[in-house]
């Protein structure tokens, strides 16, 4: 029997099949709604900076702050209460440490090293994940060490594996290389267990692309790049197959927990990988969404709060398990 011609359903089912049977209640809507956002589902990405008693501001993204340690354990205390599971932590590192190696990445008693005993001291629950990339400590704002404006590729990652060794040596749950250099999840993942850090978790950023949705991002961290962009390393927004091929690498390479990044221009990017890998999937939707939302609010365009938790759903609809997100807090609140 062949399929009926599509107009023909309908007309044969109509008035019998009636979808709104399903959404006339609250109650009836809720048991068969699909998907689900929790506070469990949140990464809440926090920046770090120098100094006592800082709390600044930062302009393009209202709301975020860059925190210095002193204030971040009060902080990290209401993170936890609100019942958000996860933190994802950048630091803002001075001028004068910056360098082209990186060098700075590697102190034992560097900010984000200190911001990781400090928060594992305050809530040793939490899940501590840091970001492992030179671009806040490079004097070039790239992610690599830079040899005549080109971005060493294996020089790099041998930096990136000292950096995700320090970071684990200081408390870390989880290491998050954000930088794209290929082959590094298998060094990192390699020096972790040479060097018995066997239970430190790969958070990957597998498909990374070169977005212009980072703006605020590099504000926040005054780590632009100071030439050139990061196209030879970051994705190239056109790629959809190249998103499997950078995902599956990195799991076969010992990734944990892979990302998508950025979120909501690329949800089908997410529904992809989710309908070809097994492991957990992050979105991180960038600072750039979150100004957008945050502006249109502001002039009374959008509704905020709605908005919010409809496209937080929406990464959940796509496939992803958690998400790194600026309105971890605000979400939360909202789910309690
Ligand atoms: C740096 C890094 C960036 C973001 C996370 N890690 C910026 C970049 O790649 O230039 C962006 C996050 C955001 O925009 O919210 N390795």
Redesign the pocket.
Known sequence: MGVKPYNDYLYIMYPNQRNRRLRKSPAIRQLVSEYQLSANDLLL?LFITSGKQVKEPISAMPGCYRWSLDLLEEEIKAVWDLGIKAVLL?VKVEDELKDNEGTEALNPEGLMQRAIRTIKKVVPEIVVMT?V????YSSYGH?GIVEKGVILNDVTVEVLCKMALSHAQSGADFVAP???MDGRILKIRTALEAARWTDTGIMS?SA?YA?S??????E??D???GFGD?RTY?MDPANRLEAHTETLRDIEEGADIVMV??GLAYLDIIRDLRDQVDVPIAA???????AMLKAAAERGWLEHDAVMMEQLLAFKRAGANMI?T?HAKEAAQLLL
């Open positions: 990405p950048f970001d990339a030179l671009d806040p992610d954000s930088d794209m950023y990374k977005s949705f980072y703006g605020p991002f590099r926040a961290l780590s632009a790049p990061k970051q990044k950025p991180y939707q960038v600072s750039g969404e979150y790194a600026y």
